[in-house]
């Protein structure tokens, strides 16, 4: 009787060690700490604690061709704002190279569209339905993928970022420094959080953002004031990671 008992035990303890094996396994991209790893977010968006409505963020690679895509829908009082983005870009060499940026916004107020093609040796862009030709220049961003490089630069270690923007029509730099650590409450959940400031030559307006280093530092939380009160507050709710064979369905 006790044999049979220390050999059930036994063969519990195996497939529990089996099970944490493959889960490991399963996790195994998100483990090394990869910026890149495919993944669904969804986000609430709030102003003074009332939420407005929803963004949604997905990140998916076929072959050789990296997508990220972002939707958002907004509404307050009888003002509406929707947006979508999507930019299309490589990995050579571990290095994030832009191909295609789009751009549309609808609702209350004027409607935007932008189309950005990066193709050394320009980069051709538009903004209020003007064409543009940038001289091509390295290490040039579109408005999105600014955050996976330094998804990247965190993971590696990184405190402060310098980026180089095609952002209407024309090139901005975007500055970030690393300000502390926080934990938040988000609709998520409770999450250890790196807080990180955006550095502007203006005091009107400032922008935080906190992101998780046990989600591979994603962004979590985004908040933006103009004059000192807020303007929007995005907080993650849901994420899931996904493997590269279910991002290429």
């Known amino acids: 009787m006790i044999i049979m008992i220390k050999k059930r035990l036994l063969l519990i303890g195996t497939t529990l060690l089996l099970s944490s094996t493959l889960l490991l396994a399963e996790n195994s991209d998100l483990n090394d700490s990869n910026a890149l790893v495919p993944f669904k977010a969804t986000y609430k968006v709030f102003r003074k604690g009332s939420e407005l409505g929803e963004a949604y963020r997905h990140l998916t690679k076929n072959k050789q061709t990296y997508t990220l895509e972002t939707d958002s829908k907004i509404s307050w009082l009888f003002l509406s704002d929707n947006r979508h983005e999507v930019s299309k870009f490589k990995l050579e060499q571990g290095k994030i190279v832009p191909q295609s940026y789009d751009y549309k916004r609808t609702g209350t107020g004027r409607d935007r569209?932008?189309?950005?093609?990066?193709?050394?040796?320009?980069?051709?862009?538009?903004?209020?339905?003007?064409?543009?030709?940038?001289?091509?220049?390295?290490?040039?961003?579109?408005?999105?993928?600014?955050?996976?490089?330094?998804?990247?630069?965190?993971?590696?270690g990184g405190k402060e970022f310098d980026y180089s923007l095609v952002k209407r029509g024309k090139l901005v730099q975007y500055r970030f420094k690393i300000i502390g650590q926080e934990q938040l409450s988000l609709p998520y959940g409770k999450l250890d959080t790196v807080k990180i400031q955006r550095i502007r030559e203006s005091s009107k307006r400032n922008t935080l953002m906190w992101v998780a280093p046990s989600l591979n530092y994603a962004m979590v939380k985004l908040t933006q004031y103009k004059n000192g009160k807020e303007q929007a507050d995005l907080q993650l709710s849901w994420l899931q990671f996904t493997s590269d064979d279910a991002a290429e369905e």
């Open 113 to 156: 569209v932008t189309h950005t093609q990066f193709s050394s040796p320009t980069i051709s862009t538009n903004y209020k339905s003007k064409d543009y030709q940038l001289a091509w220049q390295d290490n040039v961003l579109d408005p999105q993928l600014y955050q996976l490089v330094m998804q990247q630069q965190l993971i590696a």
